[in-house]
């Protein structure tokens, strides 16, 4: 699937807030749905499912691994439970239950990290979830889906609760660059190309997306002709894609607000290697906490904006050409 379209990048709503608002019209399509929370719903924001379906609501309270175990015991009744907290939380607290109780008898639960990476801001490293996308990955049978947007998020949520099986869906606390129209539909086991290019590509996930459209524009005026693929999907990847792009550019950065250790650049250097082995650069959180401070601040400080991009995409052309 490929937009290739002129990117304006407007601030649209969180990633959180377009899960809150989608979770509720899921629920009224099916009377099964069901959300769970542990104690933070108006930041992750089930707490407009409170108000519309209060039968259907389930604090938890501070008790995150409970809160799973309770979603896997829902599932297994016939409902379609939405379990919800910060990622950093729902991730580490409930990993055993996501593990014992989700991913081996493979249940229906739907589980929604959101204050995902160091965008959180001032709450500071205990709350910034820089590990959730390869503890995720690394649950047998589960889909694991990262929306750049609000209207891949709406999308998203519709699919998970359409979806037979245990999904992870990653949000983010500040608002992100609207970057899909209204109701652009979505095949979730496709990558999206949304800028075609032949000397490098640039390939993203979450609000890092955006930035590697900036990057692309900046090499753009440059003469550097950089495709751009939004990878929605990390588990499953498609392979297919990104080893066409690697075949056909001939060198790849991948950028992501997580740990470059465990996160969508290993998924892809490792696919690669066993497809299409081309240069590689990365862009992430490299072996460190960040430390408090405001959202903009800490994207600057630890390199995850386009300039970074840019960068790391002439030291991968370098590389073809070695």
């Known amino acids: 699937m490929a937009l290739n379209t002129k990117f304006e990048l407007k601030m649209g709503a969180a990633t959180r807030e377009a899960f809150g608002r989608a979770v509720v019209e899921a629920g009224k399509d099916d009377p099964r749905v069901v959300v769970c929370d542990a104690d933070l719903s108006k930041s992750t924001m089930t707490t407009y499912f409170a108000k519309e379906f209060p039968e259907r609501f389930f604090e938890c309270g501070i008790a995150e691994a409970n809160m799973v175990a309770l979603g896997a015991g829902l599932a297994m009744t016939g409902k379609i439970p939405f379990v919800s907290s910060f990622s950093a939380f729902v991730m580490t ?98 990558a999206v190309e949304l800028i075609d290019g032949t000397d490098v590509t640039l390939v993203g996930t979450g609000l890092l997306v955006a930035e590697c459209i900036k990057a692309s524009e900046a090499l753009a005026a440059e003469g550097i002709s950089a495709r751009v693929i939004d990878v929605i999907s990390i588990k499953p990847l498609d392979v297919a894609t990104l080893a066409k792009a690697a075949k056909e550019t001939g060198a790849l950065v991948v950028a992501e607000e997580h740990l ?63």
């Open 93 to 190: 607290k409930g990993f055993e239950q996501l593990r014992t109780t989700v991913a081996y008898p493979q249940v229906n639960l739907k589980v929604v990290g959101t204050h995902s990476g160091i965008s959180i801001g001032e709450d500071g490293p205990s709350q910034m979830s820089i590990e959730d996308l390869g503890l995720a990955c690394n649950l047998p049978g589960f889909t694991v889906l990262c929306p750049a947007d609000e209207v891949a998020m709406k999308a998203a949520v519709k699919w998970a609760a359409a979806h037979d099986g245990p999904v992870f869906l990653r949000a983010g606390r500040v608002k992100a660059p609207t970057i899909y129209p209204a109701g652009q539909a979505f095949d979730f086991t496709k």
């Open 260 to 322: 470059v250790d465990t996160g969508l650049g290993s998924r892809v250097s490792q696919a690669l290697a066993s497809t299409t082995p081309a240069p590689i650069e990365f862009i992430g959180i490299e072996n460190v906490y960040a430390e408090s401070g405001t959202p903009d601040g800490l994207l600057d400080k630890y390199n995850l904006r386009s300039t970074a991009v840019v960068a790391a995409a002439k030291r991968a052309i370098a590389r073809k050409k070695a």
